[in-house]
T-cell receptor, first 111, second 117 residues
Framework: QKEVEQNSGPLSVPEGAIASLNCTYS??????FFWYRQYSGKSPELIMS????GDKEDGRFTAQLNKASQYVSLLIRDSQPSDSATYLC???????????FGQGTRLTINP | GAVVSQHPSWVICKSGTSVKIECRSL??????MFWYRQFPKQSLMLMAT?????????EQGVEKDKFLINHASLTLSTLTVTSAHPEDSSFYIC?????????????FGPGTRLTVL
């Protein structure tokens, strides 16, 4: 079992709809959770970080963490074509500084 | 947010030569920096963790004699690809920990695209 798993997609969502991206992780001691956005040919850009159970909202983005289910998600409201990218879920394992990445979900927003 | 730069942004070299890539944290001090490699349509692969003033910690399968890492100051880490070969062609990305709160957050540089002929 991979440490961090994401559906690779592609996920297609119509413009203006809600895009839902999901991620599961295997280490119950994981402490920090991040969502990065990566455009083709570019490096990852931090979108959201979340550390405790529940929801965290920032503009059109909402991160949700459920440690009991070992599940973290990212919701993008009012999706725009500019949101089309690969979204990487990353987790800091217990006692470690390094990030463990999922394989990424490719999201396409259709005008 | 924290800014990380990389230089060069792209480089083309001949097989057998060495290439140095610089990673700088511009507006914060980073005791820890990370080097990743990314092949097309794949996720990031961590190569090594670089701590200021000490030897880098390499991930399993990464040749430390081929990928030399130096973290001489709190704002600069370098990766040198020695005796590069075409299979080393990849997108190399660094990141730096910004310890601004309880938990460090990694901020990524823009990446360096290496092509070995």
């Amino acid at each position: 079992q991979k440490e961090v798993e994401q559906n690779s997609g592609p996920l297609s969502v119509p413009e203006g709809a809600i895009a839902s991206l999901n991620c599961t992780y295997s280490d119950r001691g994981s402490q920090s959770f991040f969502w990065y956005r990566q455009y083709s040919g570019k490096s990852p850009e931090l979108i959201m970080s979340i550390y405790s159970n529940g929801d965290k909202e920032d503009g059109r983005f909402t991160a949700q963490l459920n440690k009991a289910s070992q599940y973290v998600s990212l919701l993008i409201r009012d999706s725009q074509p500019s949101d089309s990218a690969t979204y990487l879920c990353a987790v800091t394992l217990q006692g470690a500084q390094k990030l463990v990445f999922g394989q990424g979900t490719r999201l396409t927003i259709n005008p | 947010g924290a800014v990380v730069s990389q230089h060069p942004s792209w480089v083309i070299c001949k097989s057998g030569t060495s290439v140095k890539i610089e990673c700088r944290s511009l507006d914060f001090q980073a005791t820890t920096m990370f080097w990743y490699r990314q092949f097309p349509k794949q996720s990031l692969m961590l190569m090594a963790t670089s701590n200021e003033g000490s030897k880098a910690t390499y991930e399993q399968g990464v040749e430390k004699d081929k990928f030399l890492i130096n973290h001489a100051s709190l704002t600069l880490s370098t990766l040198t690809v020695t005796s590069a070969h075409p299979e080393d062609s990849s997108f190399y990305i660094c990141s730096a920990n910004s310890g601004t709160g309880v938990v460090d957050t990694q901020y990524f540089g823009p990446g360096t695209r290496l092509t070995v002929l």
